[in-house]
């Protein structure tokens, strides 16, 4: 699950950094999302653990689901959001609004790491498959974790149980639900992708 919108990113004003990172909080819109999705999973069958990355946003999104379903999110720092170095502290979503040639080369290459001292896409698979891998043990074999991330995180977990291009799933709506399920076996297989039947259009 991508968690709910975050506060916006305003040129000039840097958003708040946990351990390098961008860190802001939900907005009110956020905050909404949230709710909406605890109530859509209230009464769901199956949910044995909820977890959620090192970075508040998910952490705020967690607190109504928790609330709902009677789990306690577990913090895994190993689904934080792609690392984007220089372009850390809401920088990115700046340059992409204005049209920046490097965050134009981002998407054309499909890479991250064309930004100065961002994270490779070798190395973000890496985390995240050991992420995936905590998940799998601590959930028994027939239920469903929730994992409340973000949407580079959602985009490269697609990615890697399809086989697909490495941006193919980057653009997952705020609080949407994708599923993907891990078989005995270790294979995974992508279920369905960006869910946002309960969340109104707005």
Known sequence: MRHGASEAAIPG????????????ALSEVGREQAVLVGEALRGSSGLSGLFVSSLRRTQETAEPIGAATDLEAQILPDLREIFLGSMEGGEYRIRVAEGDPIARRVAREERWDVIPGAECLSAFGARLGS????????????????????????????????????FAFTHSDNCSISSIVVRGSGRWLLRSFNQIAHLPVR
């Open 13 to 24: 004003v840097g958003l708040p950094l946990f351990e390098g990172q961008s860190d802001p």
């Open 131 to 166: 992420a995936i891998d905590e998940i799998v043990a601590a959930v028994p074999a027939g239920t469903t974790g929730i994992a409340v991330v973000h949407g580079g995180v959602i985009g490269q977990l697609c990615a890697m149980a399809t086989g697909g291009r490495p």
